[in-house]
Protein backbone atom coordinates (compact mmCIF):
# COMPACT_ATOMS: atom_id res chain seq x y z
CA UNK A 1 0.00 0.00 0.00
CA UNK A 2 3.12 2.49 1.09
CA UNK A 3 4.34 1.83 -2.25
CA UNK A 4 0.95 2.46 -4.14
CA UNK A 5 0.83 5.60 -2.49
CA UNK A 6 4.10 6.69 -3.62
CA UNK A 7 3.46 5.93 -7.01
CA UNK A 8 0.41 7.81 -7.03
CA UNK A 9 1.76 10.84 -5.60
CA UNK A 10 4.92 10.81 -7.49
CA UNK A 11 6.01 14.62 -8.59
CA UNK A 12 3.69 16.21 -5.74
CA UNK A 13 5.22 18.78 -3.90
CA UNK A 14 3.86 20.74 -1.10
CA UNK A 15 4.63 23.68 1.03
CA UNK A 16 4.32 23.84 4.57
CA UNK A 17 4.76 26.27 6.87
CA UNK A 18 6.66 26.11 9.74
CA UNK A 19 7.56 22.84 8.46
CA UNK A 20 10.86 22.55 10.26
CA UNK A 21 9.45 21.78 13.70
CA UNK A 22 6.70 20.31 15.53
CA UNK A 23 3.60 19.54 14.05
CA UNK A 24 4.84 20.93 10.73
CA UNK A 25 7.74 18.69 10.67
CA UNK A 26 5.99 15.75 11.36
CA UNK A 27 3.38 16.58 8.65
CA UNK A 28 6.52 16.81 6.19
CA UNK A 29 8.19 13.65 6.93
CA UNK A 30 4.90 12.25 7.11
CA UNK A 31 3.71 13.10 3.23
CA UNK A 32 7.53 12.52 2.45
CA UNK A 33 6.55 8.70 3.68
CA UNK A 34 3.73 8.89 1.22
CA UNK A 35 5.96 9.91 -1.75
CA UNK A 36 5.37 13.38 -1.49
CA UNK A 37 8.41 16.33 -1.74
CA UNK A 38 8.29 18.94 0.42
CA UNK A 39 9.80 23.00 0.74
CA UNK A 40 9.13 23.76 4.32
CA UNK A 41 9.34 27.46 5.88
CA UNK A 42 11.48 27.97 8.86
CA UNK A 43 11.35 31.13 10.80
CA UNK A 44 14.44 31.71 12.44
CA UNK A 45 16.66 28.20 13.02
CA UNK A 46 18.31 27.21 9.84
CA UNK A 47 20.07 24.14 11.64
CA UNK A 48 16.55 23.06 12.51
CA UNK A 49 15.69 23.52 8.99
CA UNK A 50 18.11 21.77 7.58
CA UNK A 51 18.17 18.78 9.97
CA UNK A 52 14.52 18.31 8.81
CA UNK A 53 15.47 18.34 5.05
CA UNK A 54 18.10 15.60 6.19
CA UNK A 55 15.24 13.58 7.51
CA UNK A 56 13.34 14.19 4.50
CA UNK A 57 15.79 13.39 2.10
CA UNK A 58 16.77 10.37 4.00
CA UNK A 59 12.96 8.63 3.16
CA UNK A 60 14.24 9.35 -0.55
CA UNK A 61 12.48 12.63 -1.19
CA UNK A 62 13.21 16.13 -2.25
CA UNK A 63 12.98 18.98 0.14
CA UNK A 64 13.83 22.96 0.09
CA UNK A 65 13.70 24.78 3.50
CA UNK A 66 13.01 28.58 2.76
CA UNK A 67 12.92 31.29 5.33
CA UNK A 68 9.83 32.83 6.28
CA UNK A 69 8.32 34.84 8.88
CA UNK A 70 4.66 34.02 8.47
CA UNK A 71 3.57 37.98 10.25
CA UNK A 72 5.31 39.97 7.88
CA UNK A 73 3.03 40.16 4.87
CA UNK A 74 5.13 42.46 3.20
CA UNK A 75 7.41 39.97 2.18
CA UNK A 76 5.68 37.54 0.74
CA UNK A 77 5.70 38.40 -2.85
CA UNK A 78 9.54 38.42 -2.45
CA UNK A 79 8.31 34.36 -0.58
CA UNK A 80 6.84 33.55 -3.90
CA UNK A 81 9.53 34.49 -6.04
CA UNK A 82 11.90 32.13 -3.94
CA UNK A 83 9.40 29.51 -4.38
CA UNK A 84 9.33 29.69 -8.36
CA UNK A 85 13.15 29.68 -8.00
CA UNK A 86 12.94 26.60 -5.46
CA UNK A 87 10.67 24.57 -8.15
CA UNK A 88 12.58 25.64 -10.77
CA UNK A 89 15.88 24.51 -10.11
CA UNK A 90 15.05 21.66 -8.13
CA UNK A 91 11.63 20.17 -9.29
CA UNK A 92 11.87 21.77 -12.96
CA UNK A 93 8.13 22.83 -12.58
CA UNK A 94 6.65 26.26 -11.90
CA UNK A 95 3.49 24.77 -9.99
CA UNK A 96 2.96 23.03 -6.18
CA UNK A 97 0.53 20.65 -5.69
CA UNK A 98 -0.24 21.23 -1.79
CA UNK A 99 -0.30 24.06 0.44
CA UNK A 100 -0.40 23.06 4.43
CA UNK A 101 -0.61 26.52 6.38
CA UNK A 102 0.96 25.51 9.75
CA UNK A 103 2.93 27.78 10.83
CA UNK A 104 2.24 29.45 14.02
CA UNK A 105 2.92 30.92 17.63
CA UNK A 106 1.40 30.90 21.16
CA UNK A 107 0.56 33.95 23.29
CA UNK A 108 -1.92 33.30 26.06
CA UNK A 109 -2.94 35.89 27.76
CA UNK A 110 -6.86 36.55 29.40
CA UNK A 111 -8.90 39.20 27.78
CA UNK A 112 -8.32 41.17 31.28
CA UNK A 113 -5.00 41.26 30.15
CA UNK A 114 -4.06 40.56 26.50
CA UNK A 115 -1.66 43.34 24.93
CA UNK A 116 -1.66 44.80 22.02
CA UNK A 117 1.29 44.43 20.68
CA UNK A 118 0.61 40.16 21.44
CA UNK A 119 -2.79 40.62 20.01
CA UNK A 120 -1.04 42.39 17.00
CA UNK A 121 1.31 38.88 16.29
CA UNK A 122 -1.42 36.43 16.89
CA UNK A 123 -3.20 38.13 14.24
CA UNK A 124 -1.27 39.06 11.77
CA UNK A 125 0.00 35.04 12.15
CA UNK A 126 -2.61 33.23 12.49
CA UNK A 127 -4.84 35.12 10.28
CA UNK A 128 -3.66 37.63 7.38
CA UNK A 129 -0.65 36.10 7.21
CA UNK A 130 -3.13 32.78 6.14
CA UNK A 131 -4.78 34.96 3.93
CA UNK A 132 -2.29 36.98 2.32
CA UNK A 133 0.34 34.42 2.11
CA UNK A 134 -1.90 31.73 0.31
CA UNK A 135 -3.31 34.86 -2.05
CA UNK A 136 0.66 35.50 -3.24
CA UNK A 137 0.86 31.52 -3.35
CA UNK A 138 -2.29 30.74 -5.60
CA UNK A 139 -1.16 31.49 -9.04
CA UNK A 140 1.70 29.00 -8.22
CA UNK A 141 -1.10 26.10 -6.57
CA UNK A 142 -1.81 23.63 -9.64
CA UNK A 143 -5.16 23.39 -10.23
CA UNK A 144 -6.74 20.65 -8.59
CA UNK A 145 -4.35 20.93 -6.00
CA UNK A 146 -5.42 20.88 -2.18
CA UNK A 147 -4.89 23.51 0.77
CA UNK A 148 -4.92 22.73 4.42
CA UNK A 149 -5.38 24.93 6.90
CA UNK A 150 -4.49 24.36 10.63
CA UNK A 151 -7.02 25.70 13.45
CA UNK A 152 -7.35 24.19 16.81
CA UNK A 153 -9.76 22.17 19.15
CA UNK A 154 -9.54 25.60 21.26
CA UNK A 155 -12.06 27.31 18.21
CA UNK A 156 -14.63 24.61 19.71
CA UNK A 157 -14.24 24.33 23.60
CA UNK A 158 -12.68 27.59 25.43
CA UNK A 159 -10.23 27.64 27.78
CA UNK A 160 -9.10 30.62 30.00
CA UNK A 161 -6.36 32.46 28.76
CA UNK A 162 -7.00 31.83 24.56
CA UNK A 163 -9.99 34.09 23.64
CA UNK A 164 -7.37 35.67 20.86
CA UNK A 165 -6.17 32.65 19.70
CA UNK A 166 -9.00 30.59 19.65
CA UNK A 167 -11.18 33.10 18.20
CA UNK A 168 -8.46 33.50 15.23
CA UNK A 169 -8.74 30.11 14.79
CA UNK A 170 -12.37 30.31 14.45
CA UNK A 171 -11.87 33.05 11.54
CA UNK A 172 -9.95 30.66 10.28
CA UNK A 173 -12.51 28.35 9.88
CA UNK A 174 -14.83 30.05 8.24
CA UNK A 175 -12.18 31.76 5.99
CA UNK A 176 -11.67 27.76 5.30
CA UNK A 177 -14.86 27.81 3.65
CA UNK A 178 -14.47 30.85 1.32
CA UNK A 179 -11.54 29.83 -0.05
CA UNK A 180 -12.93 26.31 -0.93
CA UNK A 181 -15.87 28.21 -2.41
CA UNK A 182 -13.68 30.63 -4.30
CA UNK A 183 -11.08 28.06 -5.41
CA UNK A 184 -13.55 25.28 -6.30
CA UNK A 185 -13.86 26.32 -10.06
CA UNK A 186 -9.98 25.44 -10.22
CA UNK A 187 -10.50 22.39 -8.94
CA UNK A 188 -8.64 22.94 -5.13
CA UNK A 189 -9.99 21.52 -2.15
CA UNK A 190 -9.81 23.22 0.95
CA UNK A 191 -10.22 21.82 4.43
CA UNK A 192 -9.16 22.72 8.20
CA UNK A 193 -7.77 20.24 10.28
CA UNK A 194 -8.20 20.64 14.30
CA UNK A 195 -5.38 19.63 16.20
CA UNK A 196 -6.54 19.10 20.34
CA UNK A 197 -3.44 19.73 22.65
CA UNK A 198 0.09 17.89 21.14
CA UNK A 199 3.33 17.17 23.05
CA UNK A 200 5.05 19.64 21.03
CA UNK A 201 7.19 22.43 22.25
CA UNK A 202 4.20 24.84 21.54
CA UNK A 203 3.76 27.32 24.04
CA UNK A 204 7.05 26.42 25.69
CA UNK A 205 6.35 22.53 25.89
CA UNK A 206 3.40 22.52 28.49
CA UNK A 207 1.79 19.64 27.27
CA UNK A 208 4.53 17.40 26.57
CA UNK A 209 7.07 18.57 29.81
CA UNK A 210 4.06 19.63 32.18
CA UNK A 211 2.96 16.50 34.93
CA UNK A 212 0.36 18.48 35.25
CA UNK A 213 -0.84 19.86 31.88
CA UNK A 214 -0.81 16.58 30.51
CA UNK A 215 -2.74 14.57 33.04
CA UNK A 216 -5.14 17.39 32.86
CA UNK A 217 -5.19 16.91 29.13
CA UNK A 218 -5.74 13.21 29.02
CA UNK A 219 -8.44 13.57 32.09
CA UNK A 220 -10.56 15.51 29.73
CA UNK A 221 -9.80 13.10 26.94
CA UNK A 222 -12.05 10.36 25.17
CA UNK A 223 -8.63 8.15 24.24
CA UNK A 224 -6.97 9.05 27.42
CA UNK A 225 -3.96 10.80 26.63
CA UNK A 226 -2.55 13.71 25.10
CA UNK A 227 -1.81 13.40 21.61
CA UNK A 228 1.33 13.15 19.84
CA UNK A 229 2.65 14.81 16.16
CA UNK A 230 2.56 11.11 14.62
CA UNK A 231 -1.25 11.32 15.47
CA UNK A 232 -1.95 14.84 13.18
CA UNK A 233 0.98 14.70 10.73
CA UNK A 234 -0.08 11.05 8.77
CA UNK A 235 -3.33 12.28 8.88
CA UNK A 236 -2.99 15.66 7.17
CA UNK A 237 -0.78 13.80 4.58
CA UNK A 238 -3.80 10.73 4.28
CA UNK A 239 -5.77 13.95 3.51
CA UNK A 240 -3.95 15.42 0.89
CA UNK A 241 -4.28 12.37 -1.20
CA UNK A 242 -6.17 11.55 -4.26
CA UNK A 243 -8.44 9.40 -2.21
CA UNK A 244 -10.03 12.56 -0.56
CA UNK A 245 -10.63 14.62 -3.50
CA UNK A 246 -14.20 15.09 -2.66
CA UNK A 247 -13.42 16.14 0.31
CA UNK A 248 -13.76 20.34 0.55
CA UNK A 249 -15.04 22.91 2.92
CA UNK A 250 -14.84 20.57 5.71
CA UNK A 251 -13.27 20.67 9.54
CA UNK A 252 -12.08 17.78 10.65
CA UNK A 253 -10.82 17.73 14.39
CA UNK A 254 -7.96 15.41 15.74
CA UNK A 255 -7.85 15.21 19.14
CA UNK A 256 -8.68 12.48 20.50
CA UNK A 257 -12.45 13.50 21.59
CA UNK A 258 -11.19 16.38 24.09
CA UNK A 259 -14.39 18.20 26.22
CA UNK A 260 -17.26 15.26 24.57
Known sequence: MAQENAANSKNKVAIVTGGSRGLGRNTAVSLAKHGVDTIITYHSNRAEADTA???IQALGRK?????LDTGKSATFDAFAVEVKHALNDTWDRDTFDYLVNNAGISAPGSITDMKEEDFDRLYNIHFKGVFFLTQKLLPSIKDGGRIVNI????ARFALPGYAVYGSLKGAIEVMTRYMAKELGPRGIAVNVVAPGAIETDFGGGSVRDNPQANKFVASITAMGRAGLPDD??????????????WMTAQRLEVSGGMFL
Request: hydrophobic fraction near 45%; aromatic fraction near 0%.
Open 53 to 55: VSE
Open 63 to 67: SVALQ
Open 151 to 154: SSGL
Open 232 to 245: IGPMIAVLLSDENR
